[in-house]
């Protein structure tokens, strides 16, 4: 297996209807661009499920998304600045869904008072074509067969050539 490169997204967006839907493309464009093709399902339901519910709950609708992917693990990351918003009452059916479809989540909270909840994917790196160009595979097939040797002293006569030196040839 390839070594992978670590990656790193990170978005900041103030939360609505039409943004919801916005937010979800772009991280499945990050995750197709780092060939986490497996991975967009999970990870934009479980992000659009948080952002509806951030939405419908929150006040302060500003948050941020972090997508860390470190070759065996992609780490979803969404917080908010709402100090009202409570993760175990208002966003608990969000939670049971998360918590169903990743490998990992959590809840914290940071020095300002924000509150982080994050959720893991465990998945392969993919495997990249390299972009050089591939040698032809030799054929299979019988080449033709090599001329046979024609005298020089024949070809080297003049431009036509005199009567049987073709017959010789053979």
């Given amino acids: ?3 992978a490169v670590p990656c ?14 916005q937010v979800s493309r772009i991280l499945a464009a990050h995750l197709r661009y780092w060939d986490l093709e497996t991975l967009v399902e999970p990870v934009c339901g479980g992000a659009e499920m948080l952002l509806n519910a951030i939405d419908e709950h929150a006040t302060d609708k500003s948050i941020s998304i972090e997508m ?14 709402d100090r009202d918003l409570r993760p175990d009452q208002d966003l608990r059916g969000c939670l049971e869904h998360i918590a169903a479809t990743s490998d990992g989540w959590g809840c914290c909270a940071t020095d300002t008072g924000s509150k982080v909840i994050w959720f893991s994917q465990r998945a392969r790196a993919g495997e990249r074509v390299p972009l050089v160009p591939m040698a032809p595979a030799p054929s299979l097939r019988e080449g033709l067969e090599v001329p046979r040797d024609v005298p020089v002293a024949a070809l080297a006569s003049t431009a036509i050539a005199p009567d049987g030196v073709l017959e010789d040839a053979r």
């Fill in 1 to 3: 297996m390839k070594t």
């Fill in 8 to 21: 790193y997204y990170h978005l900041d967006v103030e939360v609505s209807p039409e943004r919801v839907g």
């Fill in 68 to 81: 860390w992917w470190n070759g065996q693990h992609l780490i979803t990351a969404v917080g908010d600045d």
